[in-house]
């Protein structure tokens, strides 16, 4: 007999061909949801999959700001978040009033946003970026003049280090909760308990984590790192969702975390039944107003054409 989880699944299957939809899930969510999924992967990964999809319903399973990403490429499909309350804290760190007072005080200087910020900021910038694009879309940018970047301060050290550019942080010390959570003192424990791992971890850490460890990248960038590595033992300064992306995709290798296993509560809400939920239903159905969705798209453009 299928036991109910089985049957969820089943029903999932079938309302997806049906619909002819596509189930994105980022790194991050539970390992349920990750297990339906056509794709997981990093926000990049979902944009690129959501832009380049034929489906005509696009599940994503994440936050809120990867929904409304999915939703402002795709405004003549149907775009479902399982669940609305599946809120990233760092994207709601900037505001668009931030932005505007940012632009006032450097008429002259681009506007370039983490992809972990809502439409309505995207909508305010020139261009954005993730983890694995920053550097290089600053470096396009630039053009000898300052670059207005947020909300986060921590990846802004990480390209900091890695360009000379001005950058202008706005607002000046936004970051992701969780990632911040870890210390330096974390590292240094788990170093004593694993002296042979190699150290991966999330440039949305704080500085003092990211000047202690081997390698810094996204999610995505963290997995092929590890993939291709000598070592065969690491520690990940990451969500734990990445730790079991790690040890799933990489099994002959040992991944550890730094600490006390990092959960991004916002993407771990979204449930099995959510999703069999908004697939039945058409529940929690993201359109972005057709102005913001025209604004943010140019942003996102931009960055696609700068890489
Ligand atoms: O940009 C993303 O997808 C985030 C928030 C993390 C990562 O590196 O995958």
């Not at 992701?176 to 971890?201: F, Q, R, T």
């Amino acid at each position: 007999m299928l036991k109910n989880i089985d049957k969820i699944m089943d029903k999932i299957a079938r309302l997806k061909e049906q619909r002819n939809a596509i189930i994105l899930a980022h790194n991050y969510v539970g390992s349920e949801v990750k297990t339906i999924a056509d794709v997981v992967c990093g926000s990049l990964g979902m944009i690129n999959a959501g832009r380049n999809t034929n489906a005509d319903v696009i599940v994503v399973c994440g936050v809120d700001f990867m929904v409304e990403n999915v939703a402002i490429l795709n405004p003549d499909k149907i775009v479902l978040n399982p669940v609305e309350k599946a809120i990233c804290p760092l994207a709601q760190r900037i505001t668009v009033k931030e932005i505007q007072a940012a632009k006032m005080s450097y008429p002259d200087a681009h506007t370039l946003l983490y992809m972990n910020s809502s439409a309505d900021a995207k909508a305010k910038a020139d261009c954005v970026c993730t983890a694995d694009n920053a550097v290089k879309m600053v470096t396009e940018l630039n053009g000898g003049l300052p670059i207005l970047f947020g909300p986060d301060y921590c990846l802004s050290y990480f390209i900091r280090k890695r360009t000379a550019h001005t950058i202008i942080n706005v607002p000046i010390n936004s970051y992701c909760p969780i990632h911040h959570k870890l210390s330096y003192e974390d590292i240094l424990k788990a170093k004593m308990k694993y002296p042979n791992a190699e150290i991966v971890g999330h440039p949305e850490c704080r500085p003092e984590v990211q000047d202690c460890v081997d390698f810094l990248g996204s999610s995505t960038e963290t997995i092929e790192y590890c993939k291709h590595s000598d070592s065969i033992e690491f520690l990940v300064a990451d969500e734990v969702g990445s730790l079991e992306v790690l040890r799933e995709r990489i099994p002959n290798k040992t991944f550890n975390p730094t600490s006390t296993p990092m959960v991004c509560h916002g993407m771990k809400k979204a449930k099995l039944t959510d999703v069999l939920n908004v697939l039945e239903t058409n529940d929690n159905q993201v359109i972005i107003p057709k102005e913001t969705a025209i604004n943010a798209k140019n942003a996102i453009d931009k960055m696609f054409t700068l890489s």
